[in-house]
């Protein structure tokens, strides 16, 4: 059972990842909109980017709750990946499913948290603050943690402070963390961006632009 359950965390992470990355963002497509598979999903996703770059990585559809669609879209999504995840996982393992179900409600209530309390996404997943803040938007797709970011080489670096103190993006001694960090670069290095671009201040401050033009 509990052999099961972390192999299903780290499947489900791998998910977080191929999920944002091929659904949510969608797959370049040259002259095309990008493709995705689910472009109703695709289509909250790329509005909820937009809310949360012009107001400091807040969004103010976790407010409304159910009453908003990109809401009621993201957990109907959750919950549809959660049972085919139980129908394909209980022949093998129960721990299987009792993980995949925990990490649909853990995703929720991350993400959710994240967006309603910015300052707390910056200390505890800023993975996830620098995927929607970071110059290059299309990096950093792991949201509960960034473990499948550093495997596949997308987990993309704006600033010391938002490097989190491990790989694992979870709380352990600092020599264990220290070690367990510097295997990691040597193997699966992060990358790091200059976040502060020009493009993130005229996305972020539009009266920027409209005065440079001006001079």
């Not at 193997?187 to 033009?213: C, D, G, N, W």
């Amino acid at each position: 059972m509990i052999k099961g359950f972390i192999v299903g965390l780290a499947v489900a992470n791998a998910f977080e990842w191929v999920a944002h990355k091929y659904i949510l963002h969608g797959t370049h497509r040259p002259g095309q909109p990008r493709y995705s598979p689910v472009p109703r999903s695709m289509k909250s996703h790329w509005e909820h980017h937009r809310e949360v770059r012009k107001q400091h990585f807040a969004d103010d559809g976790y407010v409304q709750g159910f009453s908003n669609w990109r809401t009621r879209n993201e957990v109907g999504s959750l919950a549809v990946v959660a049972v085919a995840a139980s129908v394909i996982f209980y022949p093998v393992s129960k721990g299987m499913v009792a993980a995949a179900w925990y990490s649909a409600f853990n995703y929720y209530y991350i993400h959710r948290r994240a967006h309603l309390e910015p300052d707390w996404a910056k200390r505890k997943i800023p993975w996830h603050y620098d995927h929607h803040m970071n110059a290059n938007q299309d990096a950093n797709w792991c949201v509960t943690k960034p473990w499948f970011d550093y495997v596949m080489g997308t987990r993309v670096v704006s600033s010391d402070e938002l490097r989190e103190d491990n790989p694992l993006g979870i709380a352990l001694p600092v020599a264990v963390a220290q070690a367990l960090t510097q295997w990691v670069n040597q193997y699966f290095p992060a990358k790091y961006v200059e976040q502060k671009s020009k493009v993130i201040e005229t996305e972020m401050h539009p009266e920027r632009k409209i005065q440079t033009l001006a001079s």
